[in-house]
């Protein structure tokens, strides 16, 4: 059965009591006793993850894996694979201007491509009480993840064009993938936009917002709702990213999340933002359980706030830290 986002996200905002939306897969993948690296190749392991979560917690929907190097791979890149961390880019694939004009969309057979939509697929088929949202990487940082990121911000001051024909290529490329999550049966999408925290409000809306209203614009509707997340220094971004029409905004723990509550509209949600690493995995369960308190205490006055991570939570939260993310939660909503 098909959820209409657009009323999923209007209830989400009037209802009184306050939603959560962890990103995390990997307390899942722990929990059915799998490796970051089978999840990460098979959707089936992926999806079972989700279910696992989905069928353990209360959140209002349910995420995939943050895995922001399967469509570089896709693009030709080469991939390093550890059994119990998160895939990187190994190495730079676009050494020039000619390489990049040569640069080729990849077919959506391409890499692990299939296995992603096949978790979302099965995801989507088996959780029936909430949205489930896929998940990819945003063009501006899948392009620097194919220029190397070094190379692009110097190429953003002395020659931007060739960078602009890239992040076209990139957008093309995302709008086929994320219409494959679309079709599958998704109710929605993170689009995962970290590099764009490093980029002045006025490059950022040229490089990165511009290319993901293009996204917005020819894959959200009633249907299917698209989440801008950029876990990077967004403060001065909120315009710029509002700007892009995305149906919600996800931010990181580096973010003043009243400052962003204030200054965008309550009609967008605002997802965000305990820290993941220094918090959900480091911290004690009290001090897990006493930050989400403050954190909801303090965006009490924000009916389009809900409470998540700041960024996806890495391996080896301790489920007793995720049970006290949920019991503050609870007490805090009555």
């Not at 999806?47 to 896709?74: F, H, K, N």
């Not at 993941?276 to 009490?300: C, D, F, G, I, Q």
């Amino acid at each position: 059965m098909k959820i209409n986002m657009r009323e999923w996200k209007e209830t989400l905002i009037k209802r009184e009591t306050r939603a959560a939306i962890p990103v995390m897969t990997h307390p899942g993948i722990e929990a059915i006793g799998a490796t970051i690296q089978e999840a990460v190749k098979q959707g089936e392991v992926q999806y079972q993850a989700i279910r696992s979560l989905a069928e353990s917690y209360p959140s209002a929907a349910s995420t995939m894996i943050m895995d922001l190097s399967v469509e570089a791979e896709a693009f030709g890149a080469q991939v390093k694979f550890a059994e119990h961390e998160i895939p990187t880019v190994a190495d730079i694939l676009l050494k020039d201007e000619a390489k990049i004009r040569a640069l080729s969309l990849p077919k959506m057979e391409a890499g692990r491509l299939p296995q992603y939509v096949e978790a979302a697929r099965k995801a989507a088929q088996a959780i029936d009480d909430r949205p489930v949202f896929a998940g990819c990487i945003g063009p501006f940082s899948l392009a620097g993840r194919l220029l190397g990121m070094t190379e692009i911000m110097t190429a953003l001051l002395l020659d931007p064009e060739p960078v602009q024909l890239l992040l076209e290529k990139c957008t093309a490329f995302l709008t086929n993938y994320i219409q494959e999550f679309k079709n599958c049966g998704a109710s929605g999408i993170f689009i995962a936009e970290p590099a764009a925290g490093m980029l002045s409000p006025d490059m950022c809306e040229s490089f990165s917002s511009h290319y993901i209203r293009q996204l917005v614009s020819a894959l959200q509707d009633d249907y299917f709702m698209i989440v801008l997340h950029n876990c990077g220094n967004t403060d001065p971004l909120l315009e710029t990213m509002q700007n892009t029409g995305a149906a919600g905004l996800h931010f990181g723990n580096r973010c003043d999340i009243v400052k962003a509550l204030d200054a965008i509209d309550d009609s967008i949600l605002i997802m965000g933002n305990l820290d993941p690493v220094n918090v959900m995995k480091m911290a004690s369960e009290e001090e897990v359980y006493t930050a989400t308190r403050k954190l909801l205490e303090a965006t009490r006055g924000h009916s389009n706030f809900v409470l998540s991570s700041g960024c996806d939570t890495p391996p080896g939260v301790p489920q007793a830290n995720i049970d006290a993310f949920f019991r503050a939660l609870k007490v805090f909503n009555g």
